[in-house]
């Protein structure tokens, strides 16, 4: 597996939890920045195109919305519960998140 096959396939995954994205649905990760970096300590300007995906699937633009919501209620948000996906490097040897099937544990 090539890097570029890995590019090519977190293209249609979401950079938060992993799963497929509907890329119709999806949205840019750029637009959510605030949220990963207050609420996850994520940098999304220091994301590797080669290593994470560029969108993040509608479920996750919901909690990020939601997320939003209650930052600017100046809420402490409730719901950090959700696990960021942690993306790395494609290896040959290692498994790597864009070569698991459906229904396999993230
Ligand atoms: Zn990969
Ligand atoms: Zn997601």
Redesign the pocket.
């Known amino acids: 597996?090539e890097v570029n096959?890995?590019k090519r396939?977190?293209a249609n995954l979401c950079r938060f939890c992993g799963k497929t994205t509907k890329l119709k649905s999806a949205k840019a990760k750029g637009n959510f920045k605030n949220e990963f970096a207050t609420g996850y300590g994520i940098v999304i300007e220091e994301d590797n195109d080669f290593i994470h995906p560029p969108c993040v699937c509608l479920s996750c633009v919901r909690h990020f919305y939601r997320l939003r919501d209650s930052a600017s209620r100046g809420e402490l948000t409730s719901s950090l519960s959700n696990t960021p996906c942690s993306w790395k490097p494609?290896t040959e040897e290692s498994s790597?998140?864009?070569?698991k099937k459906k229904g396999d544990q993230v």
């Open positions: 597996m096959e890995h396939k977190i494609h790597c998140i864009c070569n």
